[in-house]
């Protein structure tokens, strides 16, 4: 059995604060270590569940965050950007039985702790098919294609309610409850390691492929319906350049995908050009 784990970092353990998850800071080294912790919690309990490899994927930022030196050596990753199926790169190997999302976090303009999707800031507001479009729920209709279900979502707490939604037979580990978008109620990582262990190693009781149609939810047989607001016209205006991109108002846009691969990929293209419309100071 392979597990694959997609390692974001914003809902890991003891995360609370942008320079927490931003790439060279003090703070970001000091995070990398709890991240790894969580990793390597998941890791060991996959492998309790019987698992014979297991492949975490690195999923934020410019994914090279998990500390390889003090990876479980049972462990292989993948580091590094670019990737055709970005956060869950290795869901498309036939050998891949389940996958976690291990960090994750709430949606573009939901409560939650650093919560967003895909941009840090610039996306006010997401929905696929009418459903609030996390970055979980985003992968777990690329998962689903592919007959992959998510077994373990790791994060706040209200990153874990979001998993019900999208992924409802999922183990959820709440590392810290949301206080407010900057702030949280952390539990040490000693802590959220047995935690993330023990769930891992029940999660594992839920993995094995199957028809993708018996994984999906909140799909319809007419594909993906994608709605993006943005908080400047010049974003929308910048977005709508995407073929198949609809502005459809001042501040939104919306394009259809009849499948998970095609609106992911026009998700990243659309993201690529916002972030490219903004301005330093005027956003």
Request: glycine share 8%; aromatic share 6%; hydrophobic share 45%.
């Amino acid at each position: 059995m392979r597990v694959l784990i997609s390692a974001d970092m914003e809902g890991a353990t003891g995360v609370t604060w942008p320079g927490d998850v931003l790439p060279g800071t003090e703070q970001w080294q000091r995070c990398r270590r709890m991240l790894t912790s969580d990793v390597n919690a998941a890791v060991a309990g996959f492998f309790a569940a019987g698992a014979d490899e297991v492949l975490i994927t690195e999923a934020h930022a410019t994914m090279r965050n998990v500390l390889l030196e003090e990876l479980d050596r049972r462990a292989v990753m993948l580091t590094g950007r670019h990737k055709d199926l970005s956060m869950i790169e290795g869901i498309q190997h036939p050998s891949v039985a389940a996958v976690a999302f291990l960090g994750y976090h709430a949606a573009a303009g939901a409560e939650g702790v650093l919560a967003h999707t895909y941009l840090a800031n610039s996306i006010t507001s997401v929905r696929v098919n009418g459903e609030v479009g996390s970055e979980g729920r985003l992968n777990a209709y690329l998962a689903a294609e592919f007959g992959v279900p998510v077994v373990l979502v790791t994060g706040d707490d209200r990153a874990c309610a979001d998993a019900v939604g999208y992924a409802p037979q999922a183990v959820t580990v709440v590392v810290k409850e949301c206080v407010s978008r900057y702030a949280a109620i952390c539990r040490p990582p000693a802590e959220t390691a047995a935690s993330i262990a023990a769930a891992a190693e029940q999660a594992g009781a839920l993995a094995g492929r199957r028809s993708p149609d018996a994984v999906k939810q909140g799909t319809t047989p007419d594909g993906y319906a994608v709605e993006i607001e943005v908080d400047a016209a010049q974003l929308a205006q910048a977005a709508a350049i995407v073929p198949t991109v609809t502005r459809t108002g001042e501040r939104t846009v919306a394009y259809h995908s009849q499948s998970a691969w095609d609106m992911i990929r026009c998700f990243k293209t659309v993201t690529t050009m916002i972030s490219a419309a903004i301005e330093d100071r005027f956003g």
